[in-house]
């Protein structure tokens, strides 16, 4: 098969869907690995080392999309982008269509087979395409409030940490899956006061096994959101329903009483927000302020470490990337259930129950892949 990688055009972002690792891997299974030219160069994957892995270096985006049976990618496609797809094509990336009916309208328009990375799942009933970036994200969520914090970017002038005789900054974590372990792990290691609230109260016992007193662990209701949300510096909104928008979780009239300089990172926003108040940002201009609560929304946030998000997301995605080279796209979802859950749209409908319900429309599976 013959894959296309092309270069990520979304603002500020500098991962690419293969390594020179990862691109090797292919060309030794008997692929033919189609590299734009300058495609990871903003993390140190030069060309050079493309073509070193067997791999063909091309002149632009275009020509990778001409001529690659299936393209990978990190990011959703970008209007250009899947305005370049066509009915032969598979797209292997992030898509996160619910809070985005146009580019599902663009990628149906395309006639492609899409296959999105956060809802692919795996045996033990997690998202193993997701999860490291949400490990990324996660532990990003913290050092952005961190700095969101001091009074240079709108925040309280707090220490996360605090000092001795002086209170540690309060940070609240809705939602105890991977996202929200791994910004309590940080927040904790920051020695900050840190609540994680969950509607799983198995999800809660473990992180209370995993944690002990370090970690507050509140069983979510509105009551106790409204109650720790008020009294917090930090809120992190790691809440995900997969394939579907975020819950609002946080209203505006909560965030009208929260302290004034206090932070809301919103880690959901790729699929909505989780808070009323939330509009997706860049890492250009990543903050804004709504009732002197200062906000970020960055919506690729692993974007900002994009070396070492490239590599942990590489090392996920490549057996996927292969099985779907391999054995064509037909087979490897009729053989594999879990990638076949990752299938979002295909020949020209949305083909993913939960994505469809969100988008409002209707959802159509190939007989054949049932």
Not at 10 to 20: I, N, S, Y
Not at 63 to 86: G, H, N, S
Not at 239 to 252: D, H, K, M, Q
Request: glycine share 10%; proline share 5%; aromatic share 4%.
């Amino acid at each position: 098969m013959r894959i296309g990688v092309p270069k990520e055009i979304k603002v500020q972002e500098h991962r690419v869907g293969l390594t020179p690792g990862s691109a090797r891997e292919a060309v030794v299974h008997g692929h033919e690995v189609l590299v734009e030219s300058g495609a990871g160069a903003a993390i140190g994957l030069l060309d050079a080392d493309y073509e070193a892995a067997g791999a063909t270096i091309l002149p632009d985006a275009a020509a990778v999309f001409e001529a690659a049976e299936m393209i990978v990618k990190v990011k959703e496609p970008q209007k250009l982008e899947w305005e370049r797809l066509r009915a032969d094509q598979i797209l292997f990336t992030y898509l996160h269509l619910a809070p985005d009916p146009a580019q599902a309208q663009g990628l149906m328009a395309s006639g492609c087979t899409a296959i999105a990375y956060e809802t692919v799942t795996d045996a033990h009933g997690g998202l193993p395409l997701l999860t490291p970036m949400s490990e990324v994200a996660g532990r990003m969520s913290i050092q952005a409030g961190a700095h969101c914090l001091e009074m240079e970017r709108g925040g309280r002038g707090m220490l996360l940490g605090g000092v001795p005789g002086v209170s540690a900054a309060r940070v609240v974590i809705i939602g105890g899956g991977v996202v929200g372990t791994n910004a309590a792990r940080m927040a904790m290691g920051m020695e900050a006061s840190v609540t994680v609230l969950d509607r799983s109260l198995r999800r809660l016992k473990e992180l209370d096994m995993q944690f002990g007193p370090m970690l507050n662990t509140i069983y979510s209701t509105t009551e106790a959101i409204e109650q720790y949300v008020l009294g917090a510096d930090l809120v992190v909104g790691a809440v995900l329903v997969p394939g579907a928008s975020a819950p609002r979780l946080v209203t505006r009239e909560m965030v009208s009483r929260m302290q004034p300089g206090s932070v809301l990172v919103d880690v959901a926003i790729d699929q909505g927000g989780c808070f009323e108040t939330s509009r997706p940002t860049t890492h250009a201009d990543p903050t804004y302020v709504v009732d002197d609560v200062v906000h970020y929304c960055v919506a690729n946030m692993p974007g900002a470490v994009a070396r070492t998000s490239t590599f942990a997301l590489n090392n996920a995605t490549l057996p996927f990337v292969l099985a779907l080279a391999n054995k064509g796209v037909e087979r490897a979802l009729r053989e594999d259930p879990h990638l076949k859950a990752g299938l979002n749209v295909h020949a020209g409908h949305i083909a993913n129950a939960v994505v469809a319900d969100a988008l409002g429309l209707p959802c159509r599976i190939p007989e054949a892949w049932r």
